[in-house]
């Protein structure tokens, strides 16, 4: 993700932005969590710059693909049916064995009611396979269920 190995030419934020859970400023409880990797679905939420999407970034390093998805951009129920259900359904192979998917949603809290209600259902179809990473600005914008 970053734009250049030249440091002079990476902005300041990116250069000096933590990479590995180690570096990354966090409470000792959710640290713990967080370590044993993606066991569960999550949602960080926060205000702007509080390190979302740094934190979203170091978890799904260990996945080999992620999909990232700006829900800013891509909002609306196509965006549930033609990437991210077409993600989840198709076979993470390597080595020889299944390997587990990783969806992020950036700025999960613009998605549309009709992408959050196709969301729900696909979380639950794919939770064996997939794990999605969600972060947003504004809690009170995602559905309970979710």
């Known amino acids: 993700m970053e734009n250049s190995t030249n440091p002079k ?12 859970l180690d570096q990354a400023v966090i409470v000792p409880r959710i640290r713990q969590e967080l370590e044993k990797g ?8 926060g205000r702007c710059g509080s390190g979302k999407s740094t934190l979203t970034r170091i978890l799904a390093a260990d996945c080999d693909d992620p999909l990232y998805i700006n829900a800013s951009l891509e909002r609306g129920i196509d965006t549930i049916r ?29 998605l ?8 729900r259902a696909t979380i639950e179809q794919f939770h064996r396979t997939t794990r999605f990473i969600g972060n947003c600005n ?4 995602i559905p309970e269920p979710i």
């Not at 030419?9 to 590995?20: A, D, G, H, S």
């Not at 549309?112 to 969301?119: F, H, I, K, P, Q």
């Open 112 to 119: 549309t009611n009709d992408a959050w209600s196709a969301l």
């Open 82 to 110: 033609e990437k991210i259900i077409s993600y989840a359904s198709s076979s993470s192979l390597w080595g020889g064995e299944e390997k587990l998917k990783v969806i992020i949603l950036e700025e999960c809290d613009n």
């Open 138 to 141: 504004y809690i009170e914008k």
């Open 9 to 20: 030419q990476q902005l300041f934020t990116e250069l000096f932005r933590p990479k590995t």
């Open 38 to 45: 993606l066991t569960d679905h999550i949602l960080i939420w």
